[in-house]
């Protein structure tokens, strides 16, 4: 059996000395999607964010490996170059920071640390446009500066553009499906299928059955007060469709 892609035991994170990860376990194989859900103020944002390694949240673990290697001690740019991908619940505006220069300078960025050559930029421009044309990305936003004056769909689909750009390993897309209107959703959720490819690994942090509709979750994940209290398959989101987070929350929910 292949070793998973993300293996976390025990970890734990604080952000402003506050503790809001108390303790996570999970095992991600490769070409798996896990869903992870949960009630407001579980943790789910502040997993992806200390996976990622954002500067103000303080992780400490038992074991977090990527792909055999251990993260923690990681940079965000060395996290990314070992095939790391973030995908922001709310994706910041950046006036003057045009989008394809953007795009193809973190895929240059990822190729030289991998010592392979840059993409020139007729065939980056020719793969971001039928790369946007697939997510119904007008070929005018990827001459716009990154996400200044998108829309809240556009800027979650430019966050898949920058995801089927840079081919990660292990992508994680914190509430990728807010903000999306019926037919983005299903030219979301449509993309993100096409890239499953057998090796590529998801984490999916979603509110909402309605994106493992497009995107089958292998495993689904609640979790409550920095914990994961309960894993199973697709019946565990539907059971979380019908019933709420209030089952979830009791103490006897835990490893149920």
């Not at 003057?96 to 993409?119: K, Y």
């Not at 898949?160 to 499906?177: G, H, T, W, Y």
């Not at 894993?231 to 149920?256: D, M, N």
């Amino acid at each position: 059996m292949n070793p998973p892609v993300l293996r976390l035991r025990n970890l734990r994170a604080s952000i402003a000395g506050r503790q809001v990860l108390r303790g996570v376990d999970l095992d991600v194989a490769p070409g798996q999607v896990h869903a992870i859900m949960g009630p407001n103020g579980a943790g789910k944002s502040t997993l992806a964010a200390a996976l990622a390694g954002r500067p103000d949240v303080v992780a400490t673990a038992d074991a977090a490996w990527l792909d055999g290697q251990p993260l923690l001690e990681r940079s965000p740019e060395q996290r990314a170059c070992g095939g790391l991908f973030l995908g922001f619940q709310y994706p910041v505006e950046l006036p003057g920071v045009h989008n394809l220069l953007l795009l193809r300078s973190a895929l240059n960025s990822l190729r030289r640390s991998q010592h392979l050559p840059e993409v020139d930029a007729y065939d980056f421009l020719r793969s971001a446009r039928q790369v946007a044309k697939t997510l119904g990305l007008g070929e005018d936003l990827l001459q716009r500066d990154v996400n200044d004056g998108f829309s809240g769909g556009e800027k979650k689909r430019n966050e898949v553009l920058q995801l089927a750009l840079l081919q990660p390993r292990l992508a994680i897309l914190d509430e990728i499906d807010s903000g999306l209107d019926i037919d983005a959703l299903r030219q979301v959720g449509a993309a993100l299928q096409a890239l499953r490819d057998g090796r590529r690994s998801f984490v999916l942090v979603t509110h909402y059955r309605r994106l493992l509709d497009l995107v089958p979750a292998d495993r689904v994940h609640v979790m409550v007060d920095g914990r994961i209290v309960a894993s199973g398959g697709i019946e565990l989101a539907e059971r979380l469709e019908r019933q709420g987070y209030e089952w979830a929350l009791q103490p006897e929910a835990v490893g149920e």
